[in-house]
Structure formats: C-alpha cells, structure tokens
C-alpha cells in the first residue's frame, strides 16, 4: 500500500462515516498511540474538508491497560506515553483508530481505558489494515484494507508524520 | 500487541537513592510520570497496572505526606497495599528492622517501600530482603522520591533542569532532601547554591559539587529555584541556631529576599513548613510557591517509579529457587 492509495482509503472511510452516523455533532475520534494518532488527526481534516465540522481528536495510550504487562518475570516495562482526550467522553459516539487489528488484544486494552473516561454512547472501531488472526472477539467498523498474512509475517505501517514516508509494508518472517 | 515498541528500564530493581541514577534513568521516571499525572485529572483515576501485587509501606518514622502520597499512587495502579505505622524511637537498629521484614517477607510482597531514622537502613534491607526496595527516606542520608518530584515540578515550570540556577536555603546538616535533590541536579546540569548557617553546614560540603555560601542574598541572586528546607528541630541534638527569631532574620525567605531571585522564580518546600522560621507565610502562600503542586506531583512520580521497578520484582524470587 503507498501512499495514494493510504490517502484514498482513509477518504473512503471518512465518507463512510458520515454515511453512517447522519452528521457528527457527536463524534469524536480517538487515536491509539502510536500510529493511530496521526490516522486519527488525518480522519478529522478529511472529515472537516468533506463537512466542514470540527470532530474533536484525542491520543490513547494502552500501556497500562495492557493483558500482558505482568507476566514476564523479569525485564524492561514498555515505555508509557500520554494520554490526551481534552473533551468528555459521555454519550459521544467514539471512533477508535489504529493502524493493524491483528489479535485484538490492544483494541480490548482500549476498550477498558476508554471507559475509565466515562460512558461513551458507542464506540466504533477503524483500522488502516485488518491482517486476521483474532485471539478475542473483536471486529472493525471500518476497514482501509483486508490483508490475510501468515503469522511468520509482520506488517509495518509508516507514517509521514512519524517515519517520513507512508506505506504499508509486508515483511516475510524468520 | 504491536511488534516493535520501546521499552525502557531502571538498572537497579530497587531505588534506594538518587546516587547511582544516570541522567537518562532520571528522565525516563520523569517521563513516565507525565504520562501518570494525567490519570489523577480522569473520572476514574486508577488503572489496573499493578492487580495482584502487594506493596508494603513500612513508616519507622512519622510522615503524612509522603506516606500518603505512596499509599495514593499505589491505589491508584490498583496494587493491593498494606500500612505499616511504627513510630517509634527506641528500637535498635539492625535487629529489629531485619526481624520485622523477615516477618514480612513470609507474607510475599512485591515491594516494599521503606522510611527509616537511621541513615542505610534502605541499602541494608535491599541486601537482606527478596522484595525491591524503595527508600522513602532514610536519616540525613538520601529521599530519592522527593528529588524526583521538585525535579518533575521544576521541569513542569522550566521546561528543563540544565543550567538553571537553584538556591537551597535552610538545615543543610541534617536534610537528606538536600543530599537527594544536589545528586539530581548534578547529574542534570544545574547549577546548586547552598546556604545555610555556618553551623548547619556538612563538614567538605565544597567537594559534594555544591557551592556553598552563608548569605542568602549570594545564593538568592539570580536564582530560577528557591528551595526551603526545614529547620529539623527532631534532629537537632546541639545547640545550632541561637534561636527561632534569629534564624528567621538571618536567612528566613522574605517577600523582599525573593526580589533578588529571578522574575519568573519558583519558591519550593519539601514540607512540612515551619511558617514563621524557614519561610514567610507571605511568600509561602504568594504567587512564585510551587509548595502544593510539589505535593500534587508527588503522586505522579511515584506511581512512576512503581510502574518501572514492578517489572524487576520478581527477579530477587528467581535467584532464590
């Protein structure tokens, strides 16, 4: 995937959006860190281009939230990194966003820091790149593109605003 | 989970003190506990990190806020706490703190976070004990937490800690808040002005990177930090200060002493303040103090320093089968 079709993908979900939610009074977006937040910040100026509404955007971090956190005995902890939803939550509509739904288990972390911010009306899911292999039951709302890998292999999404360049990669594994 | 992520740690799996920190280790907890300051502003403050863990607060000395602050932030990353209290004076040293942590430790707990009167009672029970160990203060030696948080609320108000100049004014003889807080400094960059009467000064204070100086005016001037300690009247077992009024007259911060400080300084103090001998109340509770922000971030930095060493708890029960 390069960059155009990255930019057109996200358009196509932009509309779908709208399509879906009739206006967005009460949306917002929330990116989850670290390639989910520029995904999310990029959804709003299409949507702001498309509409010319303000979704107002927030960045989650699910360090703290995560199933795995405790379970190595030994070794270094993942870095924590800030959380940022500068609005209420309660009875909004989020749009959570992130860029590889892969087993799941992230988007269930977020799911429960989510709701340590209050009760939102729904949340629905986007991602850039579904690759399969859920390990719990969770599925997205809006889709960039379905890509069935392996799991030997991995998926590397690049950024302009974090890696300089945007691409999805599929790499073969060892 | 993403496969490639940053992950960070602590050399040491306990923190008995800021000595032996990198300045790299210091802005990591730092970081961290940015990130941990936005919790305490959520409807829900509490995440669930640290479920299933046991942290122990063993207070051989009195303390609220600092005990507070800790019992805080472990409630907060959900860790199962427990709060030990012993005030007391007269117990022995070694034997007693080894035979009350062996006690304990039949108990499992993941960390133990310690204050104690006598200066290396952290290091001995780091050495004898399975739990990692987290000085919350022992005797005029090393009180690492609040180091790390004057360094976060400066930070918060700087935006670094670099070639700032920071002027520590009070009880240098028997403050390990200046021994902790001169460690961190150092090793990130700032320049340490410490004043204090002639008598309440460390014998070859000038070789601990400090420079020291018995006017307040000289340390004031300029300064982006001021930073009171307070007159420890419990440890004092000599005559040091002729008197209170004295004191205050000589080296207590006055709204007028302040003019000497940089425009935009900070007022800081470890608390609990002695209003009246260390500090004027109108400076206290004036426009540069910083005082209750310290004790807000308190909490921030040290659900950071739990987070960073729960990773390495379980390392002293490995050794062992």
Redesign the interface.
């Known amino acids: 995937m390069d960059g155009d079709r990255m930019s057109r993908a996200l358009t196509r979900i932009a509309h779908e959006i709208l399509e879906r939610n009739r206006g967005l009074d009460e949306i917002a977006l929330v990116g989850i860190r670290?390639r989910g937040v520029p995904l999310a910040r990029r959804l709003a100026r299409t949507l702001h281009d498309i509409n010319g509404d303000d979704v107002p955007t927030g960045a989650l971090?699910i360090t703290?939230?995560?199933d795995?956190?405790?379970r190595?005995?030994?070794?270094?902890?993942?870095?924590?990194?800030?959380?940022?939803i500068p609005f209420s939550i309660d009875d909004r509509k989020i749009l959570l966003v992130d860029d590889?739904l892969?087993?799941g288990?992230?988007i269930r972390a977020a799911l429960?820091?989510l709701i340590?911010?209050?009760r939102p009306r729904a949340i629905q899911l986007i991602v850039l790149v579904d690759r399969g292999h859920r390990e719990l039951p969770i599925k997205a709302d809006y889709v960039g593109k379905n890509l069935p890998t392996s799991l030997k292999q991995?998926i590397?999404v690049r950024l302009q605003e974090i890696d300089g360049a945007d691409e999805v990669i599929l790499e073969e594994g060892a | 989970m993403s496969t490639t992520e940053a992950t960070a740690t602590l050399t040491s799996r306990h923190l008995l003190g800021i000595a032996g920190l990198e300045a790299g280790e210091i802005t990591l907890i730092l970081d961290t506990a940015v990130a941990m300051k936005e919790i305490g502003r959520r409807a829900i403050k509490k995440v669930p990190t640290l479920r299933g863990r046991t942290v122990v607060n063993l207070f051989f000395e009195p303390s609220t806020r600092t005990r507070t602050s800790f019992e805080i932030a472990e409630k907060r990353l959900s860790a199962d706490t427990l709060s030990i209290a012993t005030a007391t004076s007269s117990v022995t040293k070694g034997e007693s703190l080894i035979d009350t942590v062996r006690n304990l430790e039949a108990m499992a707990p993941d960390m133990i976070v310690m204050r104690h009167a006598s200066s290396g009672a952290a290091h001995l029970l780091a050495r004898t004990c399975r739990s990692a160990i987290i000085n919350a203060g022992d005797g005029m030696h090393e009180h690492p937490t609040q180091a790390l948080l004057d360094a976060f609320t400066i930070r918060e108000h700087k935006g670094r800690l670099a070639g700032l100049k920071v002027a520590i004014v009070g009880d240098l003889l028997h403050s390990r808040v200046l021994r902790s807080n001169v460690l961190l400094l150092n090793t990130m960059g700032a320049e340490v002005w410490a004043c204090g009467p002639a008598t309440l000064m460390p014998a070859g204070f000038d070789r601990f990177g400090v420079r020291a100086t018995t006017s307040v005016a000289e340390a004031v001037e300029g300064a982006d930090v001021v930073m009171m300690l307070r007159i420890q009247h419990e440890r004092m077992h000599g005559h040091f200060i002729p008197s209170v009024r004295e004191y205050f007259s000589l080296f207590g911060l006055t709204r007028d002493r302040m003019r000497r400080a940089a425009p935009d300084a900070i007022v800081m103090h470890p608390g609990p303040m002695n209003r009246g001998v260390e500090i004027d109340s109108e400076v206290a509770d004036g426009p540069c103090s910083v005082i209750l922000e310290q004790v807000a971030n308190g909490v921030a930095v040290r659900m950071a320093v739990l987070y960073l060493l729960s990773g390495r708890a379980d390392e002293g029960v490995l050794d062992e089968h």
């Not at chain 1, 190595?72 to 940022?84: I, K, L, N």
């Open positions: 670290t971090d703290l939230y995560r795995d956190l405790m190595h005995a030994v070794g270094p902890q993942p870095v924590v990194r800030r959380t940022e590889v892969y087993t288990r992230t429960d820091a340590d911010f209050g991995s590397q």
